[in-house]
Nanobody, 129 residues
Framework: QVQLVESGGGLVQAGGSLRLSCAASGRTFSRYAMGWFRQAPGKEREFVAAISWSGGSTAYADSVKGRFTISRDNAKNTVYLQMASLKPEDTAVYYC??????????????????????WGKGTLVTVSS
Protein backbone atom coordinates (compact mmCIF):
# COMPACT_ATOMS: atom_id res chain seq x y z
CA GLN A 1 0.00 0.00 0.00
CA VAL A 2 1.10 3.51 -0.80
CA GLN A 3 -0.57 6.59 0.63
CA LEU A 4 0.01 9.91 -1.07
CA VAL A 5 -0.40 13.38 0.44
CA GLU A 6 0.00 16.48 -1.69
CA SER A 7 0.96 19.92 -0.39
CA GLY A 8 2.16 23.28 -1.64
CA GLY A 9 -0.93 24.49 -3.44
CA GLY A 10 -2.21 28.03 -3.06
CA LEU A 11 -2.95 31.31 -4.77
CA VAL A 12 -0.33 32.80 -7.07
CA GLN A 13 -0.31 35.56 -9.66
CA ALA A 14 0.12 34.83 -13.32
CA GLY A 15 3.80 34.56 -14.15
CA GLY A 16 4.63 33.34 -10.69
CA SER A 17 6.03 30.05 -9.44
CA LEU A 18 4.92 27.35 -7.06
CA ARG A 19 6.32 24.01 -5.95
CA LEU A 20 4.08 21.10 -5.15
CA SER A 21 5.17 18.17 -3.04
CA CYS A 22 3.74 14.70 -2.74
CA ALA A 23 4.81 12.68 0.28
CA ALA A 24 4.38 8.94 0.05
CA SER A 25 4.14 6.42 2.83
CA GLY A 26 5.22 2.85 2.43
CA ARG A 27 8.52 1.18 1.81
CA THR A 28 7.89 0.51 -1.85
CA PHE A 29 7.80 4.13 -3.05
CA SER A 30 10.91 3.71 -5.15
CA ARG A 31 9.28 0.90 -7.14
CA TYR A 32 6.62 3.17 -8.61
CA ALA A 33 6.58 5.68 -11.39
CA MET A 34 5.04 8.88 -10.06
CA GLY A 35 2.88 11.38 -11.84
CA TRP A 36 1.04 14.65 -11.46
CA PHE A 37 -2.42 15.16 -12.89
CA ARG A 38 -4.83 18.06 -12.65
CA GLN A 39 -8.52 18.70 -12.91
CA ALA A 40 -9.95 22.14 -13.56
CA PRO A 41 -13.56 22.99 -12.65
CA GLY A 42 -15.94 21.42 -15.13
CA LYS A 43 -13.17 19.59 -16.96
CA GLU A 44 -11.81 16.08 -16.97
CA ARG A 45 -8.68 15.09 -15.15
CA GLU A 46 -5.61 15.42 -17.35
CA PHE A 47 -2.00 14.33 -17.31
CA VAL A 48 0.64 16.91 -16.35
CA ALA A 49 3.95 15.14 -15.78
CA ALA A 50 5.44 11.80 -14.75
CA ILE A 51 8.79 10.44 -13.63
CA SER A 52 10.18 6.92 -13.63
CA TRP A 53 11.05 5.05 -10.44
CA SER A 54 14.71 5.95 -10.84
CA GLY A 55 14.10 9.53 -11.88
CA GLY A 56 15.95 8.92 -15.10
CA SER A 57 12.96 9.32 -17.39
CA THR A 58 10.30 11.99 -17.43
CA ALA A 59 7.26 12.85 -19.50
CA TYR A 60 5.29 16.08 -19.78
CA ALA A 61 2.05 17.31 -21.27
CA ASP A 62 2.64 19.71 -24.14
CA SER A 63 0.82 22.44 -22.22
CA VAL A 64 3.44 22.49 -19.45
CA LYS A 65 6.66 21.63 -21.28
CA GLY A 66 9.35 24.15 -20.54
CA ARG A 67 7.44 25.57 -17.56
CA PHE A 68 7.01 22.63 -15.17
CA THR A 69 9.66 20.25 -13.85
CA ILE A 70 9.00 16.98 -12.08
CA SER A 71 11.56 15.43 -9.76
CA ARG A 72 11.72 12.88 -6.98
CA ASP A 73 13.76 12.10 -3.90
CA ASN A 74 13.45 8.40 -3.11
CA ALA A 75 15.29 8.85 0.17
CA LYS A 76 12.53 11.21 1.29
CA ASN A 77 9.69 9.32 -0.41
CA THR A 78 8.69 12.56 -2.09
CA VAL A 79 7.96 13.72 -5.61
CA TYR A 80 7.91 17.37 -6.57
CA LEU A 81 6.38 19.51 -9.28
CA GLN A 82 8.13 22.83 -9.79
CA MET A 83 5.81 25.15 -11.68
CA ALA A 84 6.97 28.38 -13.28
CA SER A 85 5.47 31.00 -15.58
CA LEU A 86 2.06 30.03 -14.29
CA LYS A 87 -1.01 30.94 -16.29
CA PRO A 88 -4.65 31.30 -15.23
CA GLU A 89 -5.41 28.15 -17.24
CA ASP A 90 -3.13 26.21 -14.88
CA THR A 91 -5.75 26.68 -12.17
CA ALA A 92 -6.87 23.24 -11.03
CA VAL A 93 -6.73 20.66 -8.30
CA TYR A 94 -3.42 18.87 -8.71
CA TYR A 95 -3.27 15.18 -7.89
CA CYS A 96 -0.31 12.95 -7.28
CA UNK A 97 -0.41 9.36 -8.52
CA UNK A 98 1.74 6.27 -8.21
CA UNK A 99 1.72 3.45 -10.70
CA UNK A 100 3.73 0.37 -11.50
CA UNK A 101 4.32 1.41 -15.08
CA UNK A 102 6.61 3.76 -16.97
CA UNK A 103 6.59 7.54 -16.96
CA UNK A 104 5.61 7.59 -20.63
CA UNK A 105 2.79 5.13 -20.05
CA UNK A 106 1.39 7.29 -17.27
CA UNK A 107 0.92 10.05 -19.83
CA UNK A 108 -1.22 7.98 -22.17
CA UNK A 109 -4.92 8.91 -22.19
CA UNK A 110 -5.82 5.24 -22.20
CA UNK A 111 -3.83 4.72 -19.01
CA UNK A 112 -5.65 7.55 -17.23
CA UNK A 113 -8.99 6.04 -18.16
CA UNK A 114 -7.91 2.65 -16.79
CA UNK A 115 -6.78 4.25 -13.54
CA UNK A 116 -3.58 4.49 -11.53
CA UNK A 117 -2.55 2.23 -8.68
CA UNK A 118 -2.74 5.01 -6.08
CA TRP A 119 -4.04 8.56 -5.93
CA GLY A 120 -3.64 11.41 -3.49
CA LYS A 121 -6.52 13.66 -2.52
CA GLY A 122 -5.21 16.70 -4.34
CA THR A 123 -4.08 20.24 -3.66
CA LEU A 124 -5.66 23.35 -5.16
CA VAL A 125 -3.62 25.72 -7.28
CA THR A 126 -5.23 29.02 -8.24
CA VAL A 127 -3.52 31.37 -10.67
CA SER A 128 -4.92 34.87 -10.78
CA SER A 129 -4.65 37.09 -13.84
Amino acid sequence: QVQLVESGGGLVQAGGSLRLSCAASGRTFSRYAMGWFRQAPGKEREFVAAISWSGGSTAYADSVKGRFTISRDNAKNTVYLQMASLKPEDTAVYYCAADGTTAQAMGAPSKLSRGMDYWGKGTLVTVSS
